[in-house]
């Protein structure tokens, strides 16, 4: 089954259009860039200020499996600075949003580098090594909202 294909655009993803027809994407790059870039609910348990928003996806509401989230906590980092802890970080929360390809048997493996790419982009290196497959690779520039520190 075919998802409508998205990419990766300025600051955000869009869908792929081709003599305006919307494109497909019969492989997994669109299912990560919505677990990559899409906001995970704040967890309950996490504290935050009054009025704070826990964002999310309201899909998620639908989900026959208790915790079975969508997305991300990146949001969680947009106004940080590119420190190493952040950076670090990132690639936690990269790395938590794509477990599911593991879990459901998608993938054998799944591993993520991140790196400051300009004091105002994170470079986000994705590898899954699918069964009897050769491996895919993608690579994403996350626009970040802070200047990355030098320290």
Known sequence: ??????????????????AGDLMTDDGLETQIIVSLFTDKRLPDDMSVSEGFDRRGWW?????????????SLLWLLQREKLTAAVVSQARRYCEQALAWLVKDGVAESVSVATEVHRPDALLISVTIQRPRKPPLRYQYQAPWGAQSSRN
């Open 1 to 18: 089954m075919s998802d409508l294909r998205l990419v990766m655009s300025g600051g955000g993803a869009d869908l792929e259009v081709l």
């Open 59 to 71: 899909g998620d509401a639908l989900n026959a499996e208790p915790g079975d989230e969508t997305g």
